[in-house]
């Protein structure tokens, strides 16, 4: 069979190589002159490096990822920790923790008051057994609760990183999602990865060599406006471009934020490469090479400050915290304004499934109904499942 795929992010890429292995003929149209969509890197002028458009975080129990890379040859281009702790900072009053998962299925690491968030109980930590119960109109907040410190320190974190949206409007049954193949799996599916070199060094550039190599045809800078009747398709493009290419379609209509912060500067990356921060602005912030990069998610309420205030502020609590020169060096803001759609139930409910009307168009995204949150694990789980539901209705 032949197919088109349309979109060469991390959905369509999935797809063109899942068909490519089956043994079909794939030509994949991406309108952009690079591919990578929201996952991708690039040589920053200002900065005089490669920088990724934004930081962006695995766990080892993201399979379908993993699975991937190992077809596409990059499986070792991944970084992090051989242990799943998480370092974690609150920029306001400089107390520090680590988050030490154990190995095994078994949560032992709540048991220790040394190695869960300071200054909470083990009882607390049963609220998140209440995740198992979360119906469609769940938001996060209103199921676990929105205060104490597990909330502050841990929850809010992770579900603000998880599912890009804050937790009195995220979705609760995507986050039972991810913790249901991370955490609940234990520490051996919850170690933090990233890209060692750069997104596009692990995520793109292998996959596109790797699709060439096997007789692909790549089709750069090529912007797909209609499709062609009776043609095996793969619609892998965003939301609100896949509703003008299909008739009738239902998609997600919001959309949250991510602001990046890229500062020219070093620092020590101590046992994990990367921390997490409470209490300020920063998020989560990367140590690398020569690169100090910061993640602001869930960024729309911030979206009337200042770019370079924000710089000024987030530097302001990197030195503070991590006792760097207070000089703001060079830096790079990127805000990604459609980073996701807006993870609350009632935009989830929006998300088509992979079928549409018409037999031979298939979509793929991490916008699609795929039960998880809008992720590197939801897009090349969706395209997987584009490809295979063209494979078996041809
Ligand atoms: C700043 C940022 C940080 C993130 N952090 C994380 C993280 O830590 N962990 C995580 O798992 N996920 C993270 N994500 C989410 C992750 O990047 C996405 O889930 C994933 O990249 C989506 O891939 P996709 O293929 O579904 O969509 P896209 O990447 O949007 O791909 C769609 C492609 O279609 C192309 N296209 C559009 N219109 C046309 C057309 N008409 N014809 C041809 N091509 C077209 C686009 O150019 C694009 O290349 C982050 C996202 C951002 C923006």
């Not at 349309?6 to 003929?25: V, W």
């Not at 129990?61 to 190992?70: E, R, V």
């Not at 991510?258 to 990367?274: K, S, T």
Request: charged letters at 20%; one cysteine or more; a positive charge.
């Amino acid at each position: 069979m032949s197919v088109h795929v349309i979109g060469a992010g991390l959905a369509g890429l999935a797809a063109a190589c899942q068909l490519t292995e089956l043994g079909h003929h794939v030509v994949v149209f991406e309108a952009a002159p690079q591919a990578g969509g929201r996952a991708r890197s690039y040589f920053d002028k200002q900065l005089g490096c490669r920088i990724d458009n934004g930081n962006h975080l695995l766990l080892s129990g993201n399979i379908s990822a993993l699975s991937y890379l190992h077809r596409i040859g990059a499986r070792r281009s991944l970084l992090g920790p051989a242990q799943p702790v998480f370092p974690f900072r609150d920029v306001k009053t400089g107390e520090a923790w680590t988050l030490r998962l154990n190995q095994g299925g078994f949560p032992w690491w709540v048991f220790s008051p040394s190695r869960r968030v300071p200054g909470t109980r083990l009882h607390q930590y049963l609220a998140l057994l209440k995740l198992r119960r979360a119906t469609q109109s769940d938001n996060v907040a209103s199921l676990l609760g929105n205060s104490g410190q597990l909330y502050h320190r841990l929850l809010k974190p992770l579900a603000i990183s998880a599912l890009n949206t804050m937790p009195h409007e995220a979705a609760a049954e995507p986050l039972r999602a991810v913790l249901a193949e991370t955490i609940d799996r234990g520490g051996y599916a919850t170690l933090p990865r990233w890209a060692k070199l750069g997104l596009s060094e692990t995520f793109i550039d292998p996959a596109l060599e790797w699709l060439r190599n096997h007789g692909a045809d790549i089709r750069m800078g090529e912007r797909v406006t209609e499709l062609q009747q009776g043609q095996a398709t793969v619609v892998a493009v965003p939301p609100w471009i896949a509703a003008e290419l299909v008739p009738g379609l239902t998609v997600p209509t919001e959309y949250e934020s991510i602001c990046n912060l890229h500062f020219r500067a070093q620092m020590d990356p101590g046992e994990a490469g990367f921390w997490g921060l409470t209490g300020g602005l920063s998020e989560w912030v990367f140590a690398r090479r020569d690169v100090i990069s910061v993640t602001i998610s869930a960024a729309n309420r911030y979206m009337d400050m200042d770019q370079e205030a924000i710089a000024e502020r987030v530097w302001g609590e990197l030195a503070k915290t991590f006792k760097l020169d207070s000089a703001v060096p060079p830096h790079r803001v990127l805000w990604e304004k459609r980073a996701t759609i807006l993870a609350t139930p009632a935009q989830l409910a929006r998300r088509p499934g992979t079928r549409t009307a018409n037999p031979s168009v298939v979509l793929a995204g991490d916008w699609t109904d795929t039960g998880l949150p809008p992720t590197i694990e939801g897009a090349i789980r969706s395209g997987n499942a584009a490809a295979m539901a063209l494979v078996n209705q041809a």
